[in-house]
């Protein structure tokens, strides 16, 4: 075996085809909504109008009266039912706990935000559901309403919860305040930034949907949900919300069309559907619609920062300060507390040597959607302030851009950062190299002035960026107020004609884990790729797992069905001494087979399978069957790391600002699957660049969503992007037998700030020095008149 | 309630629908055709595109009573048997799909671009997409997938 | 969507009596605007009258000074007519920057002109270019057509059965599209014909609207420095999330002048 893992046969580091594509090509993909059981009811959920009220009384008699309609609920019905938890204790400053509030499936009392469940109507069809509800006299005693992070910290401001003085759940902080103060008060050069990361909504394009069933007989309960980690919905939901024992709660995930972050929470609507199919005896199916997703679909981001970098007379960074209030939503979502302080403060050292950090967080319930994980989670927040600031840092200095950065990069591995991460393994130099290379970045200047002479504003911006991935150890996690271990669970099935089905507790929901996986079982255990089937997201046929976010499904899932692949063989290895009559000690194993060594005397791995299924002639002692399960728990996060450059041209007629080329330089680790891995690289930098360019979730005043439709929320389309270069330079992660790190989050977390670099420097010229995200047509026409105004 | 016929992949098809059902709910709750997807309601993402006598359309915003006597086909009717159709080939070689949701309807409407333009150009391609939202892979492989199904097509279908 | 009778008849008469036979009936054509208006529950007829079995409303011909376009020709019928790119082609390439393909397959001329959206294409097409909308039983003109938003002269019974342009002698139109909706946030069809100049704005305000200082200025010299000094005032433009007043009212000048540019 080579010292990457490899038998040598080939499928690891391939571009195969993936085995889930035939299914989605014919329309035969089985998505939560396609599935219909016999005698299924359909819910609609009544939801909050209004984003702050007292509910008065809440009248259902002429609902439950209306044609087809066998059931109305509404919060009281479900009181003694758990609230939805949260998966993370942040602790204060002063040590105190986060401020966590309660957190019904149902309103009771008062509605926190529009689009919060008011109550659940269930009968025959989807229609009937719907105009019963309608007949639902709500009586909703307003109450003024804070919708933005302003508002809610803002001096007397009216409170989302009473035991939340001032909006405020946590005031998180990490790293050394004064050392960093006193860096930034010695330093030759300082710099500051304000930035907005503003809201985003998801959108994965499938929108969620839950079928809750329940077998009198069995006592069991069913729930068909649209989730990246359907053990953890079992946890959450069984343990916290519903007090259903495991074995009583199955949860599938079946085919699911994207996620993105918004399918990790444990949202209400699976409680209510789990618990209403319970009181039938009888399916209840929802499926959310669009309009319903834009309100209760978990949002992102939503951050206003203050940072200053203290830099040396050689533009050494010497000292970083970030203040950050981070909008929570009204209620706490599964990952919303860590989000914004252990996936965001840990990431201020970025590839830098900056020896003194400090952050400090403010997280803020506002009467908005509550805001969990979206693509990067947090490490996009923290990477897009870093890099702007750096750019500001190269303007205030005169150091070249390139340069400031490359002055600051750490070299020596492993190194502990002032702000908790220790990285195990980056080049930051060569993926610098490799991008301006590919982006011709030296030949900017030609490029700019033939846009000139169009026009056009051309410019050309930079990041460079580490993020923290494959989360995550449980012990540290535990360390810092996580509810959950981080593990991850692969079971290896060898049957006894030698196919192999694999059984992972992550859930793949467009990252290909059916090709990855099988690729890596299939050469580890020298079989057909085609004889390995991957299967997940059903609780009773998977024994555990914690699910797919934080780019951990490779680094964590992978290595977890690497370690019982080495299971399998070890077993088979005894099979095969007794078959060949030899020491187990002497047995190698490589391309499938088990050999004595220095001789030709082998046993296959289908052999070897059929002996231990049909154990006739087999080692005393040994259980027959050929199947093993292993636990991991990562040793680390791993720091995938990279280059990107953005290059744009803005019309300063209309301020549009045009992509014209997008360059990628990426380390993620080894390389399982080179079409996958660029895929999606890909997806997450169109992520990011909606998020540059196009993307913002806005409330007005009375938390009413103003862009609560593909009408007004903008979504990136083919024809916003440009075709993508590609690069890669990779390192092994060093703490993991595959040497691999992850890579979903990589360009939502990487891009966004080279993007805003380019469009800043295309309109420097004319003396604008920042814009905020997204840089939309109408705010770089404003910042131009702005600037024209002060000349 | 009235009743409706249409052929849909190449199989007349009756029922009584309600005035107000959507050709795509008649599709996906009462043919079980199911590989037609709904991503939004303000008829923009494109996941519900069939085609309509040879039109893609959004089958969201179709009435199913207003498709009387029409021809559609859907992505469960392109594949011959085993033989995947060009373009959904092509999708497949250059990983035009990740999640698989936006994908029927992607295919349906990059067929009916062939069918009008027998090589575009990326940009037309690009254009085109303007119905079609995808979430996973921001669309350089569809758009590489696009082009290769057309030549595959060699000219429509 | 709340349910509705359906009818389906064969002939413009038929759909007038349909629509005379409704409590509140309502025309349905290519429904790429009417069926989003009942799927979001904006509106709720008592009847849907459709157009599909109604004959020679798809037709598209050329009566020399003018074409005549049927009410239930799609954009993609007028963006890919021959007869239409070679005598008016600043309609069909509006046409074919309507929505996005999927749209233009269904929605139709007399369906958007009909509905009067304030932010659609074809108004701006028809005011610009002087076109007159055809009814069973009048003509009017387009400056008398199009009202504030969604209004119209049109009785409840009513049919647009077509839409006449007058042959330009140069014409072009060009649009700020709102990035997720795609609708106009400020299209402006210039056209210069035996009418002489007009200069039609959709997306900015209320309706469609012309600027008469545009049209005098380019009526003395047709040319892009004629319009690139004109502003339009921003009092009673729309503002939204992607464009305030201030801004469209920028665009307005900007798209009247690359117009121009356009008609060469």
């Known amino acids: 075996m080579s010292d990457n893992g490899s038998n040598g046969t080939g499928f690891i580091g391939a571009s195969l085809k993936r085995k889930e594509d035939a299914r989605f090509l014919t329309g035969r993909g089985r998505y939560t909504d396609d599935i219909n059981l016999p005698g299924q009811l359909y819910a609609h959920l009544l939801r909050s109008t209004v984003a702050h009220a007292n509910l008065g009384s809440v009248d259902t008699s002429a609902a439950e009266a209306a044609p087809g309609v066998h059931a109305v609920f509404t919060g009281p019905d479900m009181e003694g039912v758990g609230g939805v938890p949260t998966g993370w204790l942040i602790h204060s400053k002063d040590g105190s706990p986060m401020v966590e509030p309660a957190h019904p499936a149902m309103a ?89 990361n503003q809201r985003l909504v998801p959108n994965a394009i499938e929108p969620r949907a839950a079928i809750g069933n329940f077998d009198p007989t069995t006592g069991e309960y069913t729930l068909y949900t649209t989730s990246q980690n359907p053990h953890l919905i079992r946890l959450l939901l069984g343990a916290f919300v519903l007090g259903l024992p495991e074995h009583k709660l199955r949860i599938v995930a079946p085919d699911v069309g994207g996620g993105f972050g918004s399918k990790i929470p444990h949202y209400a609507e699976e409680a209510i559907l789990t618990w209403t199919a319970g009181q039938l005896a009888r399916p209840v199916k929802w499926t959310s619609d669009r309009s319903e997703a834009f309100v209760s679909d978990t949002q992102g981001r939503d951050h206003i920062s203050t940072a200053t970098l203290g830099l040396d007379e050689d533009g050494k960074f010497v000292g970083l300060k970030v203040s950050t209030q981070a909008n929570l939503g009204a209620y706490l979502s599964t990952f919303a507390t860590c989000v914004p302080t252990y996936l965001y403060g840990i990431l201020f050292a970025g590839p830098y040597t900056t ?42 200095t005169g150091i070249d851009r390139v340069d400031i950065r490359r002055r600051n990069f750490i070299r020596e591995f492993p190194y502990q950062t002032p702000v908790a991460l220790q990285y195990d393994q980056g080049d930051y130099d060569a993926t610098l190299d490799l991008a301006l290379e590919a982006s011709d970045w030296d030949g900017f200047e030609a490029r700019r002035n033939e846009a000139a002479g169009r026009g056009k504003l051309r410019g050309i911006g930079i990041s460079t960026f580490i993020e923290a991935c494959g989360i995550a150890p449980s012990a540290v996690v535990g360390s810092l107020g996580a509810r959950a271990g981080l593990y991850e669970v692969g079971s290896v099935r060898v049957h006894p004609t030698g196919s192999v089905s694999v059984f992972t507790g992550t859930h793949s929901h467009g990252q290909g884990h059916e090709t990855t996986f099988a690729q890596i079982v299939a050469e580890t255990l020298g079989v057909d790729f085609e004889a390995v089937d991957v299967v997940h997201g059903d609780t009773n046929a998977i024994p555990f797992g914690m699910g797919t976010y934080g780019s951990r499904s490779l680094a ?149 969503l103003v862009t609560g439709s593909y009408m007004n929320y903008t979504m990136p389309r083919a024809g916003d992007l440009p ?69 | 309630m009235p009743a409706v016929t249409m052929t849909v992949n190449g199989v007349s098809r009756s029922a009584d629908v309600e005035g107000r059902t959507l050709l795509v709910d008649f599709l996906r709750e009462q043919l079980a055709l199911t590989g037609t997807h709904v991503g939004c309601d303000t008829s923009q993402c494109g996941a519900c595109v069939v085609h309509m006598n040879g039109q893609s359309v959004k089958s969201c915003t179709c009435l199913a009573v207003d498709a009387d006597g029409a021809d559609v086909t859907t992505i469960e009717g392109l594949a011959n048997g085993a033989d995947l159709h060009p373009m959904q080939e092509a999708f497949r070689e250059h990983h035009g799909l990740q999640c698989g949701f936006c994908t029927p309807g992607m295919v349906m409407s990059a067929i009916d671009l062939v069918n009008r333009n027998p090589s575009p150009s990326e940009g037309e391609v690009r254009h085109w997409l303007d119905g079609n939202f995808c979430r996973c892979t921001g669309y350089h492989n569809i758009v590489k997938a696009v082009m290769a199904g057309a030549d595959a097509m060699g000219g429509g279908s | 969507m709340d349910d509705f009778q359906y009818h389906a008849p064969s002939s413009v008469d038929g759909v007038l009596s349909a629509l005379r036979g409704a409590d509140d009936g309502k025309v349905l054509a290519g429904g790429m605007s009417l069926v989003p208006v009942l799927k979001l529950g904006m509106a709720a007829p008592s009847d849907l009258v459709s157009l599909r079995n109604v004959p020679g409303l798809s037709d598209i011909e050329d009566h020399g000074h003018c074409l005549k376009i049927g009410a239930c020709c799609t954009h993609a019928q007028v963006a890919a007519s021959s007869v239409v790119q070679e005598r008016i082609p600043a309609l069909a390439a509006m046409a074919g920057r309507i929505g996005d393909p999927q749209v233009r397959n269904c929605g139709t001329i007399g369906g958007s002109v009909a509905h009067n959206d304030p932010a659609a294409d074809y108004p701006a097409a028809c005011v610009g270019l002087g076109a007159t909308i055809i009814t069973d039983r009048r003509k009017i003109s387009s400056d008398d057509f199009f009202g504030s938003m969604f209004e119209t002269p049109l009785e409840e019974d009513e049919l647009v059965t077509a839409v006449c342009f007058p042959i330009v002698d140069r014409a072009a139109y060009a649009k700020f599209e709102n990035p997720a909706s795609k609708y106009a946030v400020a299209g402006v069809m210039v056209a210069e014909g035996d009418d002489g100049v007009r200069v039609a704005v959709t997306g900015a305000g209320a309706g469609v609207f012309r600027v008469a200082e545009m049209e005098a200025a380019l009526a003395d010299d047709f040319s892009a420095d004629a319009v690139s000094g004109i502003g339009v005032s921003s009092d009673g433009l729309l503002s939204d999330n992607v464009a305030g007043a201030e801004y469209r009212a920028h665009l307005v000048t900007v798209m009247a002048k690359r117009a121009v540019e356009a008609c060469g």
């Open chain 1, 108 to 196: 009771i009392g008062k509605v926190r935000h529009v689009g919060e469940i008011v109550a659940i109507v269930v009968a025959e069809t989807r229609d009937q559901a719907r105009e019963a509800a309608a007949l639902i006299d709500v009586d909703y005693q307003d109450l003024p309403a804070v919708a933005s992070l302003e508002a809610a910290r803002a001096d007397g401001a009216p409170l989302v919860w009473d035991e939340a003085d001032g909006n405020l759940c946590y005031d998180w902080e990490v790293g050394d305040r004064a050392a960093a103060e006193a860096a930034i008060d010695g330093a030759a050069h300082t710099v500051s930034i304000d930035v907005v």
């Open chain 1, 355 to 396: 020896p003194a950090i400090y952050c400090e967080v403010e997280g803020v319930f506002t009467n908005t959607v509550p805001v969990d994980a979206l693509r990067g989670a947090g490490r996009p927040e923290a990477t897009y302030l870093l890099e702007r600031l750096v750019d500001k840092a190269a303007a205030a």
């Open chain 1, 556 to 704: 964590v899932g992978g290595t977890a069905i690497y370690n019982a692949v080495q299971k399998v063989i070890a077993k088979g290895k005894k099979i095969a001494a007794h078959l060949l009559e030899a020491s187990e000690e002497d047995i190698e194993f490589a391309d499938g087979n088990f050999t004595v060594a220095g001789t030709d005397r082998s046993k296959s791995i289908g052999e070897v399978a059929l002996t231990a299924y049909v154990p006739h002639n087999y080692p005393e002692g040994l259980e027959p069957g050929l199947e093993e399960t292993a636990f991991y728990d990562p040793l680390n996060f791993t720091f995938p790391a990279g280059t990107h450059v953005a290059e744009v041209e803005v019309d300063p007629e209309t301020g549009e600002v045009e992509l014209v080329a997008v360059t990628g330089a990426d380390d993620v680790g080894r390389i399982i699957n080179p079409m996958i891995v660029n895929g999606q690289l890909h997806g997450g930098l169109a992520h990011g660049i909606g998020q540059a360019l196009l993307e913002h979730c806005e409330y007005d005043d009375e938390g009413q």
């Open chain 1, 723 to 791: 075709n993508f270069n590609i690069n890669h330079n990779t390192t092994h992660c060093t703490h993991n037998p595959l040497g691999v790190k992850g890579v979903g989050e990589v360009g939502s977390i990487g891009v966004p700030p080279a993007v805003i670099n380019a469009v800043v420097d295309a309109l420097s010229p004319l003396g604008v020095t920042h814009i905020e995200m997204p840089a939309t047509s109408q705010r770089v026409w404003q910042a131009i008149q702005a600037a024209q105004a002060q000349d």
